[in-house]
C-alpha cells in the first residue's frame, strides 16, 4: 500500500493510523516546499494538487476522510464506533475538521485559493489565531476523555492530531485547553506518531 | 424527527433525502437572513450557529456529510454503495463538497468568517466565480452516468444537488458543462426535489 504524503500536511492523519494499525505501506513523500504537488506529474495522480493520496488496487484516493474510512473498512479495523451514533458523532467532528477547523488553518499559507490581493492575505493570516482558537474552544467542548470520545481512539482522533500539529505555529496558546492538552499528550505516546515522528513524517 | 434547516443552505442536501426516503420528517426553519441562527437560543441548540441540525434520539447531530451518513443507516436504506472502494469514492466526493465547493461558495457572502477588511471581502467575492467554476470542473470529470457513479443516486448526489442550486447565483456558466447540467436535470426530476421546492426549502 502506497500514500503519497508530506510532513506538515493533514496527511499526518493517515500516516499515524497506518504506522498504529502495524499495516505494511510505503510512503511516497511529497516535496510540498518545492511545489512539486503543482506540477502536470503530480496532477496526473491528483488533479487537486493536494496531499494525502492512497493508491488502491484502484487508482487513487483522495480526501483525508475518505481515505480513514476506507483504511477502517479494509486495512485497520477497530478505529470506528459499533453504534450508529457513535459512529455519527465521529463523523461529525471528522466533517468539522475537514470544512472548518482545516480550512481556518490554510487561511493562513494558502490565502490565494480564495483571494488575489496581497493585503487579503495578510487579512487572512491575522484572523488565523482568533479562528483557530475558536475551533480548539469548540473541540475542548466535545472531549470526553483521554481521547475525545472516551478511552479508544476513533478515525477522529488521527484527524485531530494532525490538526494539532498546527496550533503552536498557528498562534493558537494551546495550555488554555487542557483537555486538548491532555489529548495531544495521549496521542504523542501512542505508538502511530512516534513512528511517524521517527521517520520524518511529522518534523 | 426534526430537522433544523433553510432555503439557499446546505440543508437541502438533507431535506431532498429526507423527501425522496418517505420518511415521517419535521422541517423546522431557521430565519438565516433575520440572523436566527447568531442568536443564544440557537447556540444553545448547535454553538457553530449553522444549519442542518438533526434533532436524534440523543440529542442535536451536525455536519451535512455525517448527518447524511447517520440517515443511511438508520433509516434511509440504499444511498450508500455496497463495496467499499465504490463507498470510499462516494465519501471522497463528499469531503471535497465540505471541504473545497461549500468553502469557495462561502467566500462570497460569508468572507467574516477568515477575513475583517471590506476590501478583503470584495477580492474574495470576486474570486468566487472563477473557484465555483474550477469546482464544477473537477466534478465533471467525476460524472460517470445520470448521477456521479451511475444509474443510482447515493448520499453524495444529494450533497452535491444542494451546492448546484447556488451555481448560478455564483456566477457559473453551467451550460458549460454537460454532465453536470444533465445531472441537475436528473436530480430536478426526483421526487425529493420536487417535495422540498414544493414546501418551500429550495427557492
Redesign the interface.
Known sequence: MKLYCAPRTISIAVTTLLYESGIHWEPIRVDIAGGEQTRPDYHAIN??GRVPVLM???GA???????L??LA??AAPGYVPAD??A???M??V???L???M???HA?KMRGR?????E??LA??T??VPQ?MTASCA?IE?LIVGRYLFGADPTLADFYLYAICTWLEGDGVNVSQFPKLSAFIEAMEATSGVRQARAAGLII
Chains 1, 2 share one sequence.
Open positions: 488533479p487537486k488502491t488496487p484502484e484516493l483522495t480526501e483525508t476522510g475518505a481515505i474510512e476506507y473498512e479494509t450508529p451514533l459512529r455519527a458523532r463523523r461529525e471528522m466533517f468539522y475537514a470544512s472548518t482545516h480550512v481556518n487561511h485559493r480564495w483571494a488575489n490581493e493585503a487579503s487579512d487572512m491575522a484572523k479562528t469548540y467542548s
